[in-house]
């Protein structure tokens, strides 16, 4: 099992991980090619320098990284790094799992099998009595509840859970110290008491729409499976069901009537194959073995990802930057909101892997793409 960073270590972590442009992918990459986080932010600079984003790769200044940290631990807060002990074995196996997680609260419950209950913000009266009865039972059962702490169903879930009483997991998509809804503030603070509060924003960063589907992805690593209450066709609640499912995560659903928008989503995606919910019970059948804490037989990941660090490429002539520069270009006409296969923007870029890889990589830090499992990518969807 790898140990825990020192304290400069996870300084280090902390200012490469809010410096601007780095996001979970670029942050391990660099984490891979120059061995440590206090190496990567040595060459921010220079990579900046070579890509032409100085404007974009903003390096976070050290001692706002030692205010943050110091004022996680007044708030009785902390940070967790990728591959110490008390990182998710779960979440540690998506795509792009965050670097580092703040949490407040009863940090143990990382490691108990969870189930996330997610619907609809404007839920029916129906659909809040049956999340809370869910998560009551569910909770009442061992399992910890994992929601997003929106309004409707997820305020329900977290509710029951708290209610059984029993364990409750609210990722949230602000920093640690922001209430979001503010009429959740009260919730958010008995959660950070008795269940715990997770995020990857910064302390003190507002939520945007941008941020939300990136919180979906967390709740659908942390959970077993995911099981959607209520739900209209385009929801956030059907992106946490296409991403927990992406993740090799059971989905479940709970049928309506199709007079009723909220359950156009349920419908579908039991349409789509999810399992049919209507009991607690039928989501621990549904669940079975899953529904056990994890006993690891190999070890946890490294703290510092292991890989052979990459020779520094050379500084680009003007003559590259430009053929670059087109070929971001041409990246972009080819790319829509669908994954395609790096192997194919490849071949019809008529580019080298390298050079390919480069474009994708200026792309994904001015947050035009998204990549996703099995070499693939998309433009952003805000």
């Not at 056990?292 to 930057?321: C, G, N, W």
Request: charged share 20%; aromatic share 2%.
């Amino acid at each position: 099992m790898a140990g825990a960073l020192t304290t400069a270590e996870k300084l280090d972590w902390l200012q490469l991980c809010r410096s601007g442009g780095v996001g979970p992918q670029t942050f391990f990459k660099l984490l891979r090619r120059f061995g440590s986080a206090r190496k990567a932010m040595g060459e921010l600079p220079r990579l900046a320098q070579e890509a032409g984003a100085e404007d974009r790769w903003r390096r976070c200044r050290r001692d706002d990284a030692e205010a943050e940290l110091a004022a996680l631990s007044a708030q009785g807060c902390r940070l967790i790094a990728h591959g110490e002990p008390d990182y998710p074995l779960h979440l540690a196996e998506i795509a792009d799992p965050p670097p580092l997680l703040t949490v407040h609260g009863r940090v143990e419950l990382l490691a108990a099998p969870g189930v996330a209950l997610v619907g609809a913000r404007n839920a029916s009266a129906n659909g809040r009595l049956l999340a809370r009865r869910l998560a009551g039972e569910l909770a009442a059962a061992g399992l910890a509840v994992i929601s997003g702490l929106a309004r409707g169903i997820d305020t329900a879930a977290h509710e029951g859970a708290l209610a059984a009483p029993g364990p409750t997991i609210a990722v949230i998509a602000a920093g640690i110290d922001i209430a979001y809804p503010e009429d959740n503030a009260a919730l958010m603070a008995e959660i950070a008491a008795h269940g715990l509060v997770v995020t990857e924003r910064p302390l003190g960063g507002l939520p945007q729409a941008r941020h939300f589907p990136r919180r979906n992805r967390l709740i659908a690593g942390l959970s077993r499976g995911v099981v959607v209450v209520e739900a209209a066709p385009a929801s956030g609640s059907l992106i946490t069901a296409r991403l927990a499912a992406e993740q090799g995560r059971e989905v479940m659903a709970v049928p309506g009537s199709p007079l009723d928008p909220r359950h156009r989503g349920t419908n579908q995606l039991l349409r789509d194959g999810a399992t049919l919910i209507e009991t607690a019970d039928d989501i621990r059948t549904a669940l079975g073995p899953l529904a056990v804490t994890p006993k690891p037989s190999t070890p946890r990941p490294a703290s510092r990802p292991v890989a052979a660090p990459q020779p520094p490429r050379p500084p680009r002539s003007s003559a590259s930057a430009a053929a670059g520069g087109d070929l971001v270009s041409r990246l972009r006409e080819r790319l829509g909101p669908e994954p395609l296969l790096v192997d194919e923007l490849i071949r019809q870029c008529h580019a080298s892997t390298a050079e390919v890889q480069q474009a994708l990589l200026e792309l994904e830090l001015d947050g035009h793409i998204e990549r996703h499992p099995g070499n693939r990518v998309s433009l952003a969807t805000l």
